[in-house]
């Protein structure tokens, strides 16, 4: 999801991603398989597929977050004119 002030995702989202990510890791040592993990915290198997994965290969900091995947395409700068030129309306 996008925002217009910078986009990704707010704080508070981050932070939900993070703790279902978490949560995932403790089921994952506790034993239990991928389409009950998805299931439980209603993400993808593919997802909770991933996440074990990167579990396997470097334990919890491989399944935390690593940030945005790419930087923004637009600087500030460029991103105030493209706010002046919508707030213009149609032309």
Same mark, same amino acid.
């Given at each position: 999801?996008?925002?217009?002030? +910078? +986009?990704?995702?707010? $704080?508070?989202?981050?932070?939900?991603?993070?703790?279902?990510?978490?949560? $995932?890791?403790?089921?994952?040592?506790?034993?239990? +398989?991928? /389409?009950?993990?998805? %299931?439980?915290?209603?993400? /993808?198997?593919? /997802?909770?597929?991933?996440?074990?994965?990167?579990?396997?290969?470097? +334990?919890?900091?491989?399944?935390?977050?690593?940030?945005? $995947?790419?930087?923004?395409?637009? /600087?500030?700068?460029?991103?105030?004119?493209?706010?002046?030129?919508?707030? %213009?309306?149609?032309?």
């Amino acid at each position: 999801m996008r925002y217009p002030q +910078g +986009g990704g995702l707010t $704080a508070e989202r981050q932070a939900f991603h993070e703790r279902v990510r978490m949560e $995932a890791v403790a089921m994952f040592a506790a034993g239990r +398989g991928s /389409s009950e993990v998805a %299931k439980e915290l209603r993400v /993808s198997v593919r /997802s909770v597929q991933r996440w074990r994965q990167a579990w396997r290969a470097a +334990g919890q900091d491989g399944v935390r977050s690593r940030g945005p $995947a790419s930087r923004p395409r637009l /600087s500030d700068a460029l991103f105030a004119v493209l706010e002046e030129e919508l707030a %213009k309306g149609l032309a």
